[in-house]
């Protein structure tokens, strides 16, 4: 494989009030077991590519720009363990209406670059340990709530020291006429 191919994912990047909340998460967590997630590397993701070739790099750009999503908030209430993969991880009881369909309408456009839709359900999660120790379901007392204004196309480099992932490029959500950022002055 040419060494210009890069893996690639389109995630959710949390700004960085939203990244301490999360990385604040691991503490809740059996502690000195499995692979902690670094605090730098925290991100929700919305599409995994693989490891793609130059010539599809510019088709995955232009079908990032003309994905048409809305901005929403996040709302990560709870901690839970997959134990296929054995990860832990933080995530919402409900999937906001515009998450799904930014994900649905990600994926449509990125068929044009022949990726293959993805069959299986989407579950939004932010992996917080891989190779984690069982643990239970743990309902967060004070939920986190997670201002999305974008999304990223993100380049993995696992191996070596962490952090592991870069954000390559970034696109806006529309804030569109319902949303109020409160204590911003900017409302409808
Ligand atoms: O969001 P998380 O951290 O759960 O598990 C990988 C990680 O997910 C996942 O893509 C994210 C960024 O690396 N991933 C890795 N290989 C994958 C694959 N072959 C994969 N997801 C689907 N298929």
Redesign the pocket.
């Known amino acids: 494989m040419s060494s210009k191919h890069r893996?690639l994912?389109f995630?959710l990047w949390p700004d960085e009030k939203t990244r301490r909340e999360l990385a604040a998460l691991q503490t809740l967590l059996p502690q000195g077991q499995g692979r902690w997630?670094h605090g730098a590397d925290l991100?929700?993701?919305l599409q995994?590519l693989?490891q793609v070739a130059p010539d599809r790099q510019a088709c995955i750009s232009r079908a990032a720009a003309d994905v048409e999503g809305q901005a929403f908030e996040l709302c990560i209430t709870h901690l839970d363990f997959w134990s296929r993969?054995r990860?832990a991880?933080a995530g919402p009881d409900q999937v906001p209406e515009a998450l799904s369909r930014l994900v649905a309408d990600q994926g449509g456009h990125l068929e044009s670059c022949g990726f293959p839709r993805e069959s299986r359900t989407y579950r939004p999660?932010?992996?917080l340990v891989?190779k984690a120790p069982p643990s239970g379901v743990i309902a967060l007392e004070k939920p986190i709530t997670w201002p999305v204004e974008d999304f990223v196309l993100?380049e993995?480099r696992?191996g070596g020291e962490p952090p592991w992932?870069r954000v390559v490029e970034r696109w806006p959500l529309d804030a569109g006429p319902e949303m109020t950022f409160s204590g911003q002055g900017l409302t409808s």
Do not use: E, K, N
Request: aromatic content about 20%.
């Open positions: 893996r994912f995630a997630v991100h929700l993701t995994f693989g993969p990860v991880w999660h932010v992996t891989r993100v993995s696992p992932y």
